[in-house]
């Protein structure tokens, strides 16, 4: 037997949704894409219209690093200073930089990421920089000196390029590959540009 009581309680409590979603709705937050550029058509794309109309200043460069706190400061320098990108590019720091960038089982999330930041914010430029001793490859220990390491990470970076132009072929793509120099037991860091 049907429990009136439970049936009147079902109805009371889908009248109570209803009208909060009506009103809930009417001020069109949740579903004004205006205000919310995040909400997913219907080929379950995000949509960034509302952003791109609202942006008044866009970032001409992608830098793409490894995470590696070594090079940290160094790679700020040349970034800000040597190159004159100080605020006004995106910040990518991976580790490994352009090994995750290669690998076939990480590549389509990195490739993705990179993609959104060169959509959203009309990406110019990308730098790419990557460094000897990287633990990505195995630190230095993984190649017998320190020209095998060099042609192998310079070898991958170039690949990274095209594979870069392939997927963004409109963008400049620069090359560093940074070294650590001692210099009387002061360790400095330079970089070289890849050509």
């Known amino acids: ?4 009581k439970n049936i009147i309680t079902t109805i009371i409590l889908m009248l ?13 937050e949740p579903e004004n894409e205006k205000k919310n550029f995040f909400l997913r058509s219907e080929s379950s794309e995000i ?55 290669l690998n076939k089982e990480t590549r389509k999330l ?12 009309h990406v110019k430029r990308i730098v790419i920089i990557a460094h000897e001793d990287c633990i990505g490859y195995g630190g230095e220990e993984a190649f017998s000196d320190h020209e095998e390491e060099y042609n192998r990470i310079v070898q ?9 132009r392939f997927r963004f072929h409109d963008l400049s793509i620069y090359l560093f590959y940074g070294r650590i120099i001692d210099d009387n037991e002061v360790k400095k860091f330079e970089y070289e540009q890849i050509l």
């Open 1 to 4: 037997m049907v429990n009136i």
């Open 16 to 28: 109570v949704i209803q009208c909060f979603y009506v009103n809930y709705t009417a001020s069109g």
């Open 47 to 101: 949509n960034y219209e509302h952003f791109f109309e609202g942006k008044k200043h866009w970032c001409n460069t992608m830098v793409i690093n490894c995470s590696d706190f070594r090079f940290a400061r160094a790679a700020q320098e040349l970034i800000n200073e040597k190159l004159g990108f100080k605020g006004d590019y995106d910040y990518f720091s991976i580790p490994g930089s352009i090994r995750n960038m």
């Open 110 to 121: 990195v490739m993705d990421t990179f993609g959104i930041s060169v959509r959203l914010h």
């Open 156 to 164: 991958d970076m170039k690949k990274a390029r095209r594979l870069m």
